[in-house]
């Protein structure tokens, strides 16, 4: 209800049938165009209808993008930019909208589209995944793979481009499959800027070919989504006790280290338990058995506080710590076995040494040799 006591929905119906909107005509934009401006990028460009008469009007444009993420926006611009994967096309519309007081009239949609970019089926990449790494020198390193298309001949060469916000590169590092198909591709180095918030990567395939013409594809990262964090540092684990106290540094990042959560992975190697506790932060104490021997590994990703979780880290290399008592006795007892076996057979040795000195000093006296023959053999035949 208003002031006057009229529903206010009908108030809008009385304001849209007055004489000031009526026989007022919303005419489309005009020379409405779409323009490839750069890999998956596309330059949404329109003009004001001439003819259009705004009578103290406000003028104002609804973008609707139809493929292929559908969106829709308005603007009071004549122009805007989008990204998107084009290799399946784009098509997007647009319409006037004219603002009196408190009402809104549209015109026509004029709608355009991009053709799909050619290529023959099924000839395009799969499977395409993409990870970040950040350097020990601050840099982002790129490493991407893929598989080639089920309908791409033996002689398909495969090439990878990244776009990452004006800047476009090509892939300089390529590994190859059985047939020399590229099927993987690592940048060292990137452009790519370590501390940005849900940037978007732009990663291009394209291919040639003699036999078939290679359809190039597309696809769209979230930056923060593909960083492989990496492992927590200067991990120090110390006993005092039965308490098991850990300490480690946050992972090379341009990030604070209340950005990071970790994993901390325990196996009690005496009874074989396994335990892998969420931890938020850098350092930990743990009641354990002081009876036994575990081994303790680390890794570390983004929380989302920060930014959008991307990958795990690596595990750190595994830490022992404690002392496993029955163990200890067991081993104990094998090394007082290998000891006592030792010293017998080196006991033996030296036996048989010595016998074998006495036999060269005192030598056995030789029976004497029959020089003469037996004039009588008994070797005969009795008859």
Same mark, same amino acid.
């Given at each position: 209800?208003?002031?006057?006591?009229?529903?206010?929905?009908?108030?809008?119906?009385?304001?849209?049938?007055?004489?000031?909107?009526?026989?007022?005509?919303?005419?489309?934009?005009?020379? +409405?165009?779409?323009?490839?401006?750069?890999?998956?990028?596309?330059?949404?460009?329109?003009?004001?209808?001439?003819?259009? *008469?705004?009578?103290?009007? $406000?003028?104002?444009?609804?973008?609707?993008?139809?493929?292929?993420?559908?969106? *829709?926006?308005? $603007?009071?611009?004549?122009?805007?930019?989008?990204?998107?994967?084009?290799?399946?096309?784009?098509?997007?519309?647009?319409?006037?909208?004219?603002?009196?007081?408190?009402?809104?009239?549209?015109?026509?949609?004029?709608?355009?589209?991009?053709?799909?970019?050619?290529?023959?089926?099924?000839?395009?990449?799969?499977?395409?995944?993409?990870?970040?790494?950040?350097?020990?020198?601050?840099?982002?390193?790129?490493?991407?793979?893929?598989?080639?298309?089920?309908?791409?001949?033996?002689?398909?060469?495969? +090439?990878?481009?990244?776009?990452?916000?004006?800047?476009?590169?090509?892939?300089?590092?390529? $590994?190859?499959?059985?047939?020399?198909?590229?099927?993987?591709?690592?940048?060292?180095?990137?452009?790519?800027?370590?501390?940005?918030?849900?940037?978007?990567?732009?990663?291009?395939? /394209?291919?040639?070919? %003699?036999?078939?013409?290679?359809?190039?594809?597309?696809?769209?990262? &979230?930056?923060?989504?593909?960083?492989?964090?990496?492992?927590?540092? /200067?991990?120090?684990?110390?006993?005092?006790?039965?308490?098991?106290?850990?300490?480690?540094?946050?992972?090379?990042?341009?990030?604070?280290? *209340?950005?990071? *959560?970790?994993?901390?992975?325990?196996?009690?190697?005496?009874?074989? &338990?396994?335990?892998?506790?969420?931890?938020?932060?850098?350092?930990?104490?743990?009641?354990?058995?002081?009876?036994?021997?575990?081994?303790?590994?680390?890794?570390?990703?983004?929380?989302?506080?920060?930014?959008?979780?991307?990958?795990?880290?690596?595990?750190?290399?595994?830490?022992?710590?404690?002392?496993? %008592?029955?163990?200890?006795?067991?081993?104990?007892?094998?090394?007082?076995?290998?000891?006592?076996?030792?010293?017998?057979?080196?006991?033996?040795?030296?036996?048989?040494?010595?016998?074998?000195?006495?036999?060269?000093?005192?030598?056995?006296?030789?029976?004497?040799? &029959?020089?003469?023959?037996?004039?009588?053999?008994?070797?005969?035949?009795?008859?």
């Amino acid at each position: 209800m208003n002031a006057s006591g009229m529903p206010v929905f009908l108030l809008l119906l009385w304001t849209a049938n007055t004489p000031q909107g009526a026989g007022v005509q919303v005419l489309p934009p005009v020379n +409405f165009t779409l323009t490839v401006s750069a890999l998956a990028q596309v330059l949404l460009h329109w003009e004001p209808n001439p003819a259009q *008469e705004q009578n103290n009007s $406000t003028i104002r444009y609804d973008v609707k993008i139809l493929s292929p993420v559908p969106e *829709e926006y308005d $603007t009071e611009r004549t122009r805007s930019v989008r990204t998107a994967a084009l290799h399946n096309g784009f098509c997007a519309r647009v319409r006037t909208l004219l603002l009196q007081e408190h009402l809104q009239m549209s015109s026509p949609w004029l709608e355009r589209n991009l053709p799909p970019l050619p290529g023959a089926p099924e000839t395009s990449v799969t499977n395409l995944s993409c990870v970040t790494h950040v350097t020990i020198s601050g840099n982002v390193s790129l490493r991407c793979t893929w598989l080639p298309g089920q309908g791409a001949p033996e002689d398909t060469k495969y +090439f990878l481009f990244y776009r990452y916000e004006t800047h476009t590169e090509e892939c300089p590092t390529y $590994t190859k499959d059985k047939w020399g198909r590229n099927t993987e591709c690592r940048f060292s180095s990137t452009q790519i800027k370590p501390g940005e918030i849900d940037s978007l990567i732009v990663i291009h395939i /394209n291919g040639s070919s %003699k036999r078939a013409a290679i359809k190039p594809f597309q696809q769209l990262f &979230n930056q923060n989504a593909i960083e492989k964090v990496n492992i927590p540092r /200067n991990i120090s684990i110390s006993l005092e006790q039965n308490d098991l106290l850990a300490m480690w540094e946050k992972p090379i990042s341009p990030f604070h280290e *209340e950005c990071f *959560e970790y994993e901390f992975y325990l196996i009690n190697l005496k009874s074989g &338990n396994k335990q892998i506790l969420k931890i938020s932060s850098n350092s930990f104490q743990l009641r354990i058995d002081g009876s036994s021997r575990y081994s303790i590994r680390i890794r570390a990703n983004h929380n989302h506080i920060c930014r959008a979780r991307g990958f795990w880290s690596d595990w750190s290399e595994i830490i022992y710590v404690g002392q496993n %008592k029955l163990d200890n006795s067991i081993a104990w007892i094998v090394t007082l076995l290998c000891v006592s076996t030792s010293c017998t057979l080196l006991l033996v040795a030296i036996i048989c040494q010595i016998n074998h000195v006495w036999s060269k000093l005192f030598p056995p006296i030789p029976a004497p040799s &029959n020089k003469f023959r037996d004039p009588f053999p008994i070797d005969y035949e009795v008859k």
